[in-house]
């Protein structure tokens, strides 16, 4: 029955996405591929429940908003502050959701897939010391975030890299996000994204995350 229920609300996730702005997108693995750091079972409800509901509620808040039913998700999320007040903050949460939660599937891939470039590894050096120093400090920035968040690594328009930490659904194209950046690799630190397997064993699960990294993602970005 609950198999059967989950499946009819995904076709109408589906019919409802049909006619609207943005969609939800297919993960790009199989909900464990990612086992045994990132279990199914989160996987599951992460994309399926929580990035639905984020990819719903944006498509409802710009339904009536002509004027910008054909501006991208980027375009809206690095003018936030100049939508219509009635669906700012909505559009901040939801679409920087929509937008936080499709970059950060496609920055994980099951393990011992991908490695990390020569360019890439020079690109931390430079920028951190080590290898070991950026990891450390990205960890840092995961387990330190007080509440719900993401940790990101960001290039800078300059070129440098730096580690940051945004609140709920903010992200780095937002203007009330400093500095700005371009991301390059995300870790989502709200609960939903771990609780299952880890409880409250945040450092735990940002350690694990080095396993399922998309390093590959991370050479194309890196300018």
Known sequence: MKKTLLMWGMVLVCLGSANAQFTLPPLPYANDA???????????????THHAAYVNNVNTALKDQNDLKDKS????LNN?????EAIRTVVRNNGGGHYNHSFFWTSLAPAGTTAMSA???????????????????????AVGRFG??????IQLPDGKLKIISTPNQDNPLMPVVEPQGAPILALDVWEHAYYLKYQSKRAAYAAAFWNVVNWDKIDKLLK
């Not at 951190?128 to 450390?136: I, R």
């Open 119 to 141: 360019k890439t590894e020079k690109a931390l050096v430079d920028n951190f010391g080590s290898v070991d120093n950026f990891k450390a400090e990205f960890e840092k920035a």
């Open 148 to 153: 719900s968040g993401w940790a990101w690594l």
């Open 34 to 48: 990612l086992e045994p750091y990132i279990d199914s079972v989160t996987m599951r409800i992460h994309h399926d």
């Open 73 to 76: 998700l980027d375009w809206l």
């Open 80 to 84: 936030v502050n100049n939508l219509p």
